[in-house]
């Protein structure tokens, strides 16, 4: 009998979450970006990247940060839901960026360091 332990991720597991990550990430993000962004965005560099990321709310708190910011894609409603399960709030803020000839809204969030997350 196999035995499946869970537990929260730690700094060492970005190595695997980066493939779990980037076997799903074209198929989800197809229909909102143009093809070239996946030729240089696609991959376990950017996985590792965003993992790592996860990290720096702690690393911000252990630091002294009371507040964080983040910008997402405006038409990515999962992934604001997704951010706003965990705390993150619209602040109002949006800017309109050009990748590969499309504009692309993203709008910014913002979460207290340290704060309660489910």
């Not at 965005?41 to 630091?63: P, T, Y």
Request: proline share 4%; charged share 30%.
């Amino acid at each position: 009998m196999v035995e499946i332990v869970l537990r929260s991720a730690v700094e060492r597991d970005v190595e695997a979450l980066a493939v779990v990550q980037s076997m799903p990430w074209t198929e989800g993000f197809k229909d909102q970006l143009p093809a070239a962004v996946f030729e240089r965005r696609a991959g376990l560099d950017a996985c590792r990247e965003g993992w790592s990321r996860r990290f720096a709310l702690a690393h911000l708190q252990r630091n002294g940060f009371t507040e964080a910011v983040l910008w997402v894609m405006t038409d990515l409603e999962r992934a604001r839901r997704f951010y706003d399960h965990f705390g993150w709030r619209i602040d109002g803020s949006w800017v309109m960026h050009t990748r590969e000839g499309s504009d692309v809204p993203f709008t910014r969030l913002r979460r207290a360091v340290g704060g309660p997350t489910p």
